[in-house]
């Protein structure tokens, strides 16, 4: 079958097919990819980010240290950080925690999404327990390894809020991030994978769980506490 010529086509070329239409579409599709990049996060989803590093808010139920176990692992990070030469920055006082569940919030903090994620949250019913880290090691996957406090122990308060969590976000219809729970304390970013290391034992009393809004480069929101017996 012979190629017929199209009208954005002029001069002795070959017939073709083009249309200026085409080429804009495909200048929209360039300029798309250049600007944006998947990014693979430690709960396992993937997400568009714009390069320049401003994603989407994300939103996760979490678990914060009180002000004394806070200064403790800062203090550790940066004897950390300093000790191995690491280039990343700290996470910081108020960014430390372990997250139990990160939710999908496509309707954004004042949407459905959240009011039913607060209704969950008030029916959870689980007593008070402590967490113990006592390693620090790199976590999730390359190209920016999460370099986070961990232990060798099992956590059953811990694990068991956050299965809880897991079963009533999805039986309610939410969707809710399912990869393998293993409770950790990120300190800082780094590009190299390292070998775990025995650090003195840091432990806390866990006496309420949060839902967080986390924005880049701004503090947390805590959009719901919620006290343990």
Known sequence: MALKRGQGCHGDWPPCDFRWAD??????????????QFVLELDGGREFRPREGCRPPRYFFALLPDAEAGLRIDRLARDLRQRLSASG?????????????GIAVPDGPFGQSIAMARTIAEAIRKTSFAVKFDQAASFGKPPNYAFSLMTRE?????NGLSAALLGALR?????????????????????????PIDVPELRWQVRAFVLVESIDRQPYQILGSWKLG
Not at 23 to 36: A, D, E, H, K, T
């Open 23 to 36: 080429c804009g579409l495909f200048c929209f599709l360039f300029v798309l990819y250049w600007n944006m």
């Open 89 to 101: 920055e700290l996470r910081g006082l108020g960014k430390y925690h372990v997250t139990l569940r």
């Open 154 to 158: 099992d956590l059953p308060g811990v």
């Open 171 to 195: 039986q309610a219809g939410l969707k809710v991030d399912g990869s393998t729970f293993q409770p950790h304390v990120t300190l800082f970013y780094d590009r190299r994978l390292r070998e």
